[in-house]
């Protein structure tokens, strides 16, 4: 059992992954005690590229992403596979790729090519055949069965909220691990998915501030049978705000001062990224192995 399907099936809990797009969110998340973090494709084509989510970002830009932040954090990351950049055989090189970098679950959408933000107009799908036969070609692709499977769909604002759960449920019969509903309108209809597939699959729900979706606490959602919680884009969100009023206040004032309170130090910034224990690290291996040994006898300092 993997720590994703570990962390999915503990009972009455369920699992708050907050939107990360570098290996430096994912660090600042993790010490804040998250145990799963979600990789945001929107996040990803912000931060990568000054651009929206319209499909932009590559796969290989998305799998460099997703091998620096496992280096550098061992949470289970979800990632927004987006629609697996083209037809079953791209997703299943777009699996393999993801999963060799390290990704614990990946998430493909039914949206055609370019595809747009969940909660964007003008989204248009593929059908459900081709759909359904991607997720077969993804769940065939995985060398490992831990690695899970999302499917979303995007259909409530192309071809209604039935249609969608019809389509839910035809990806689950294909073989998704995991059902993503995208961009529910109200309560009744959040409702009503975990109504429906809570009970027997886990669900992912989306919180996106200013989206289609009325924002729910976390515990509400799990309540309503959901098991996954993702914030995708909030730290993109904070940051760009956060940025915009720093280089404001520097192009005013011509110096940081105004903003001194609101930043971290080159202290403070350091040690949340771990500087002294990779000069530790570094420093044991100038040393030989006797050394090394003889370092660690040594007594305490008086």
Avoid: W
């Amino acid at each position: 059992m993997t720590l994703l399907d570990s962390l999915i099936a503990q009972a009455g809990r369920g699992i708050i992954a907050p939107g990360v797009y570098d290996a430096l969110t994912a660090l600042i998340a993790a010490r804040q005690g998250f145990d799963c973090l979600y990789l945001s494709g929107a996040s990803l084509a912000y931060s990568r590229l000054g651009r929206p989510d319209i499909g932009l970002v590559s796969v290989s830009e998305l799998a460099e992403t997703v091998a620096l932040i496992c280096d550098r954090v061992g949470l289970p990351l979800i990632v927004d596979g987006d629609t697996g950049f083209g037809n079953a055989l791209n997703v299943q090189r777009t699996v393999r790729q993801l999963e060799r970098a390290g990704a614990a679950a990946i998430q493909i959408e039914d949206q055609s090519f370019p595809k747009r933000c969940g909660h964007l107009q003008g989204k248009r799908l593929v059908s459900v055949t081709e759909m359904t036969g991607k997720i077969r070609a993804a769940t065939d692709a995985r060398q490992n069965a831990g690695v899970k499977i999302i499917a979303r769909t995007d259909a409530i604002a192309v071809e209604g909220f039935g249609n969608a759960l019809d389509r839910a449920q035809a990806y689950h019969e294909a073989g998704a691990d995991i059902l993503f509903i995208e961009a529910p309108r109200t309560r009744d209809e959040l409702e009503t998915i975990g109504r429906r597939f809570g009970h027997g699959t886990p669900l992912v729900a989306n919180m996106v501030e200013g989206g289609k979706t009325p924002l729910h606490a976390a515990d509400d959602l799990i309540a309503m049978g959901y098991r996954i919680v993702i914030f995708p884009g909030g730290a993109a969100r904070a940051m760009a705000r956060q940025a915009q009023d720093y280089y404001s206040s520097l192009f005013r004032t011509g110096s940081n001062a105004a903003f001194h309170d609101r930043m971290f130090d080159l202290d403070t910034l350091n040690a949340t990224i771990g500087l002294q224990e990779m000069l530790d690290l570094g420093r044991d291996y100038d040393l030989n192995p006797d050394q090394v040994a003889a370092e660690t006898r040594k007594p305490p300092s008086a």
